[in-house]
């Protein structure tokens, strides 16, 4: 048998940024049975965000090679006698190489575990990586483009596990959608500016909605089962399921963030798994011809602004085309890219036998993609 412990940084910081990842630990909890492990900063670093960036960062990296700058962790005693021979996993996801250092929460955690892996997410930047990465026993990145130079550097295997979404509890392909197009996160300013102009102008028959992320905090000024992380999400979900379509651009397209790959990000299954029709910029990266790889999984704007929105406004009386976009994107996710599926593919790179929850959650999701494969459409 096997015990899962998932780290989580959801003590540290309230971001925008990271709600996506703690609702995969949340999964990652019910799923597999796993035990949190939720590290907080020493009372010196409270006290330390306050003071100047200047200040806060040399204080930091002393912190960091003396004392430490969380509180440490400890495995419970009687844990440890519970389970003497389960193989003990560490996983932890991050945002980016950086947050590896919060494995330095615990003591001794390379001899507390049998296997510790990671899922890096912006898993470029390699010298943001702390050096004790090489002792990593396997790390999953989004990106086939980094595989092999993550390799290269830290000598730990490294495996492709595209990003999901959880379609099983927030995908949809209902028809029920009275926003017409909706955006959210990186995005080329001036498609924003158009799109707002001419949709949202009086008298018009068109509704578009920006979602804008919430501020992050540092250190959190609540726990997280008051915070806005999860509501938050929710609502975001919520949004997207009752919208016709969805404005997403490939992270090469000049927005107000610089990506050095193109790559996959949440946006394509976030969006795919509630259905919307997914408009914008394709991903140019290799990994989109076998993920999105359904008739009109990605559509591309044409490249003059005016024509775009033409464009969208002939797309939104396309009530046929929009309803089988809708079916076609949700039935997609909910039998493939869900994130279950990605934790079965951690178990099985790992060679260990998936956790019966995890097993009873993979059935639903065949079951729901039988009942919705042949439910009509509904105009």
């Known amino acids: 048998m096997s015990t899962v412990y998932c780290l989580s940084k959801r003590n540290l910081i309230s971001s925008a940024s990271y709600d996506s990842i703690f609702e995969l630990e949340d999964l990652i909890l019910q799923t597999c049975e796993a035990q949190l492990l939720a590290p907080k900063y020493r009372n010196m670093m409270q006290r330390l965000e306050e003071q100047k960036l200047a200040t806060r960062s040399i204080a930091r990296r002393i912190a960091e090679k003396t004392v ?27 945002q980016h190489g950086a947050d590896l250092n919060l494995l330095t929460a615990i003591p001794g955690w390379r001899k507390s575990f049998d296997r510790v892996v990671a899922y890096v997410w912006d898993c470029w930047g390699l010298e943001s990586y702390p050096p004790y990465t090489t002792e990593l026993d396997h790390i ?3 990106m086939l483009e980094v595989m092999e130079s993550l390799h290269r550097a830290f000598g730990v295997p490294v495996s492709c596990l595209p990003l999901g979404s959880d379609a099983l509890n927030h995908g949809s392909m209902g028809s029920d959608r009275p926003i017409d197009i909706i955006s959210y996160g990186r995005m080329p300013a001036e498609v924003h500016h158009e799109f707002s102009r001419m949709f949202n102008k009086p008298n018009s028959d068109k509704f578009y909605v920006r979602l804008n992320p919430r501020p992050t905090e540092i250190p959190p000024n609540q726990p997280y089962a008051m915070r806005e992380d999860m509501r938050y999400r929710r609502m975001l979900f919520q949004h997207l399921r009752r919208s016709k379509i969805t404005l997403a651009f490939d992270t090469l397209s000049p927005t107000e963030r610089k990506f050095p790959f193109s790559f996959l990000t949440l946006r394509w299954f976030e969006c795919g798994a509630a259905g919307c029709a997914m408009v914008g910029t394709p991903p140019k990266t290799p990994l989109a011809q ?9 559509i591309a704007l044409p490249d003059q602004l005016t024509d775009s929105v033409e464009f969208v406004c002939e797309l939104l009386s396309d009530t046929l085309r929009l309803q089988r976009i809708w079916r076609r994107n949700y039935l997609n996710h909910v039998s493939r890219h869900d994130w279950r599926f990605r934790l079965q593919q951690i178990f099985d790179t790992l060679e260990l036998p998936l956790p019966q929850p995890l097993s009873h959650d993979l059935n639903l999701l065949q079951e729901r993609y039988a009942e919705m494969a042949v439910t009509p459409l509904n105009f």
């Open 290 to 298: 076998t993920i999105l790889d359904w008739e009109d999984a990605a």
């Open 140 to 142: 999953f990145v989004p």
């Open 68 to 94: 430490g700058i969380y509180d440490p962790i400890t495995l419970a005693q009687r844990d440890a006698l519970n389970h003497a021979t389960d193989t003990k996993i560490l996983l932890i996801v991050c």
